[in-house]
């Protein structure tokens, strides 16, 4: 396969609200801005090139019963850093589906926080490993795709 993620653009209903959260609590470095009345965006990222992007144009929050996006994974480079962000959105606010770290599944070394966006998308944070003993939500079933 030849086809890589570009960046991931995302509806919002409030830009400046949602970029207090991806940019103030996530980190997200923004890249660039529309301001025109109608058209606001912003493009997010580290470096050169946009890693996501939010769109000032929906009309109301997330809906997981609808068709599209289920859910956003980012990737960190350890479980500690996984903690210091979960340390972060709680004094923000988030919600969060499970509490604390969890892992993916039954006996994974990876794992990680599930919360929601002020619009209330989706979103996970993981690392690759150091969930051994983290705990799994369901044995049946993978823990990112019942949120």
């Known amino acids: 396969m030849t086809l890589r993620t570009g960046h ?13 959260f991806y940019r103030d609590v996530l980190g997200f ?33 997330y ?13 960190a480079e350890s479980i500690e850093r996984v903690r210091a962000y979960e340390e972060a959105l709680r004094a923000y606010g988030a919600s969060f589906q499970y ?19 002020p619009d209330g998308t989706r979103l996970e944070i993981y690392a690759p490993s150091g969930a051994e003993e983290a705990p799994a939500p369901s044995e049946a079933a993978p823990t990112c795709g019942f949120f």
């Open 29 to 61: 470095a923004v890249l660039g801005e529309g301001k025109e009345e109608g058209r606001r965006f912003a493009f997010l990222g580290e470096g050169p090139a946009p890693v996501l992007t939010l769109w000032q144009q929906a009309e109301g929050a």
């Open 99 to 117: 509490d604390g770290v969890v892992a993916h599944r039954e006996g994974a070394a990876s794992g990680g926080i599930f919360f929601h966006d």
């Open 63 to 75: 809906d997981s019963g609808r068709a599209g996006l289920h859910h956003l994974a980012l990737e």
């Open 8 to 20: 991931i653009g995302l509806n919002v209903t409030d830009l400046d609200r949602s970029l207090a």
